[in-house]
T-cell receptor, first 112, second 113 residues
Framework: KAGVTQTPRYLIKTRGQQVTLSCSPISGHRSVSWYQQTPGQGLQFLFEYFSETQRNKGNFPGRFSGRQFSNSRSEMNVSTLELGDSALYLC???????????FGPGTRLTVL | QKEVEQDPGPLSVPEGAIVSLNCTYSNSAFQYFMWYRQYSRKGPELLMY????GNKEDGRFTAQVDKSSKYISLFIRDSQPSDSATYLC?????????????FGQGTTLQVKP
């Protein structure tokens, strides 16, 4: 089975721009979660989607949003980028009813 | 106080050593516990997961949970240079309705040949 895939792998943006990141979960997994990883804060939960609905949200500003499509693929969007948004953004998928999550390789976002 | 505390290291050991990695947590509502390994510039890879107190073994890896002390450990026997990575503990509430995991800061391990 193919793993979680994320595109693009690397992005460079400037302050004030917006960005969209994409995640394709493992086939059959309908739950997708997003995390931000930085050296200072570690891995922090952004939000989770299941059946095209946001089910949980972490403590991030409204500039961070996401959505999920009927094929379970998910996107996250960050608007009005700030320097502090530079991070590795990770997507994880799981089967409903099972707690173990499997991560993709991440998208490394650099904001200049 | 962070919900999950993990010593970031770095931890350096000789090849063949037994490695002990630890996390403490504050919320007794946490029900399931995982260990991930993350190589540089890669996503976290699931190593072990467990729901209950006690030990769970998989090859050279043993995960240990002590819910009464809110303490979890990962032991690596016969450590290899290929084990050099960052190890992250992750804890969840155990409800299948939430995918939120709370991670420790990660411990960087170097195994020297």
């Amino acid at each position: 089975k193919a793993g979680v895939t994320q595109t693009p792998r690397y992005l460079i943006k400037t302050r004030g721009q917006q960005v969209t990141l994409s995640c394709s979960p493992i086939s059959g997994h309908r739950s997708v979660s997003w995390y931000q990883q930085t050296p200072g804060q570690g891995l922090q939960f952004l939000f989770e989607y299941f059946s095209e609905t946001q089910r949980n949200k972490g403590n991030f500003p409204g500039r961070f949003s996401g959505r999920q499509f009927s094929n379970s693929r998910s996107e996250m969007n960050v608007s009005t980028l700030e320097l502090g948004d530079s991070a590795l953004y990770l997507c994880a998928s799981r089967t409903e009813g099972v707690d173990t999550q499997y991560f993709g390789p991440g998208t490394r976002l650099t904001v200049l | 106080q962070k919900e999950v505390e993990q010593d970031p290291g770095p931890l350096s050991v000789p090849e063949g050593a037994i490695v002990s990695l630890n996390c403490t947590y504050s919320n007794s509502a946490f029900q399931y516990f995982m260990w991930y390994r993350q190589y540089s510039r890669k996503g976290p890879e699931l190593l072990m997961y467990t729901y209950s107190s006690g030990n769970k073994e998989d090859g050279r890896f043993t995960a240990q949970v002590d819910k009464s002390s809110k303490y979890i450990s990962l032991f690596i026997r016969d450590s290899q240079p290929s084990d050099s990575a960052t190890y992250l503990c992750a804890i969840g509430h155990g409800s299948s309705n939430t995918g939120k995991l709370i991670f420790g800061q990660g411990t960087t391990l170097q195994v020297k040949p």
